[in-house]
């Protein structure tokens, strides 16, 4: 019987430091969001002297942040090549190399805080699904070794073999950079760590309205009505609250995972020798990666639809059979997790982070946040204490998207696209 949890959630300890008294009626700064963005932010922001208040509808990192594959990965979610034909070859660079400070910045607070949540670079490894695909990777990879990643390597059909114990893909890349940690156990630690350092975290208190009063910020939540001089909105894919700016430029899409049974030592050497973080090169293609206890995190789109029990159930039989498809020899392992989780997807897959009417926000990760997220949070500080030139993703255009009003009804649309661009090409 599977549970219908995320395995990082089940397996981490709940975050316990969760504020239980009265909303103060006033802070400095308050952060909206108890993801990797609301946590970092929050946590910088203390360590900076603000008298800091974040407020999570729900339990801290219950949606996206803890609900994620698990890979803290370097590298930008879309080609670099068709990323610098648009804003040159500079900002491009400049784009990618954030996203490797990105990585440093996790691994930082890591050994800052001491939390212990497995934090290794493993590397990724970008798998080709097609032997078409193989020779897309090469060209992909001479920009980037040039650009850079000086460090990649490219490997052949043949050469997979030390890195990966399955015959359906056509060559690959990896990507030494690239780290993996118990995503759930790292949400905890931080969240301690920013309590730590002064900042208090208000579970079910999801914000409701946002009213101005003159150059502060009225904040009604569950748990009461709060005034900041500044406010931060670290929502996510939020479908919830007064944030319909962002959500006309968000498209929340569904994501889907499923983890194994642990399957042993040395099953785990023959499935996944070289323990990378996966991913392949389909548009509706998948990501996989080992735990620490030896599970396979096999996760995937599987299907254009957003998360709810039934389908995520659905969802998981989709990704058993890719499963399958990748690793024969696991077909009759037990999966013990099953979940979903709501990508904040935005047209170019770039996230954006700025301030608009005194409202500062840094969100659309595109499923490729689990590193960003922190960098921005704390970047995100550091421009409301005054410091505009901390936000490496200013002066990004974001304008809303055309017929973007209420849910996202054209999901099962651009599911059929993609499919039908991954069986042509
Ligand atoms: C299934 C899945 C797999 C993924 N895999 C990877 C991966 O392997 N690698 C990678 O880099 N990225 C991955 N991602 C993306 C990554 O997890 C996110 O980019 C990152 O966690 C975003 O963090 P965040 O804090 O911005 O958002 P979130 O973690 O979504 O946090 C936003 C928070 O805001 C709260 N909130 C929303 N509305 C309100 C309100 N009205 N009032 C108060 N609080 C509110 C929510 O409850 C939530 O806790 C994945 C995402 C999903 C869903």
Request: proline share 5%; with cysteine; aromatic share 8%.
């Amino acid at each position: 019987m599977t549970t219908l949890e995320s395995y990082w959630l089940e397996t981490a300890p709940r975050f316990a430091g969760g504020a239980a008294d009265p909303l103060p009626a006033r802070a400095d700064c308050v952060v909206i969001g108890g993801g990797f963005t609301g946590l970092a932010a929050a946590r910088a922001l203390a360590m900076a002297g603000a008298n800091v208040v974040l407020l999570e509808a729900g339990q801290i990192a219950c949606e996206a942040s803890g609900r994620n594959g698990g890979q803290c990965n370097n590298g930008l979610a879309g080609d670099l090549g068709a990323l610098a034909a648009r804003l040159g070859m500079e900002r491009a660079s400049a784009l990618y190399r954030a996203f490797d400070e990105a990585v440093d910045r996790v691994e930082a607070i890591v050994a800052e805080e001491g939390i212990a949540c497995d934090f290794v670079r493993n590397g990724k490894l970008k798998l080709a699904d097609k032997p078409e695909h193989g020779a897309k990777l090469a060209r992909a990879a001479e920009v980037l070794a040039r650009e850079v990643e000086p460090d990649l390597r490219l490997l052949s059909r043949a050469e997979l073999a030390s890195e990966i114990g399955s015959d359906a893909f056509y060559g690959g890349i990896v990507f030494p950079r690239s780290a993996s940690l118990h995503m759930g156990r790292f949400a905890a630690g931080l969240a301690a760590a920013a309590a730590r350092h002064g900042a208090r975290l208000f579970e079910q208190a999801g914000v409701t309205a946002l009213d101005r009063l003159g150059g502060r910020y009225r904040i009604t939540c569950a748990r009461g009505v709060i005034e900041a001089d500044q406010l931060l909105l670290a929502t996510g894919a939020s479908m919830r609250g007064p944030f319909g700016w962002l959500r006309r430029r968000i498209v929340p899409i569904g994501s889907f995972i499923i983890a194994t049974a642990p399957l042993g030592r040395e099953a785990a050497a023959r499935a996944m020798p070289g323990r990378r973080n996966c991913t392949t090169t389909r548009n509706v293609g998948n990501f996989f990666r080992l735990t620490a206890d030896d599970r396979l995190i096999f996760g995937g789109r599987a299907r254009f639809a957003l998360s709810s029990p039934s389908s995520d159930l659905k969802s998981g039989e989709i990704l058993r059979a890719g499963l399958e498809r990748v690793f024969p020899a696991l077909r009759d392992t037990p999966i013990d997790y099953t979940w979903g989780g709501i990508v904040d997807m935005t047209m170019d897959r770039l996230p954006r982070a700025g301030e608009r009417n005194g409202l500062y926000f840094a969100a659309g990760f595109s499923g490729h946040g689990t590193q960003m997220s922190v960098l921005m949070g704390e970047r995100m500080a550091r421009v409301m204490g005054g410091d505009a030139s901390a936000n490496p993703l200013a002066g990004l255009d974001w304008p809303a998207i055309p017929g973007h009003v209420g849910p996202p009804w054209f999901l099962p649309i651009v599911g059929a696209y993609y499919r039908y661009q991954d069986w042509r090409h």
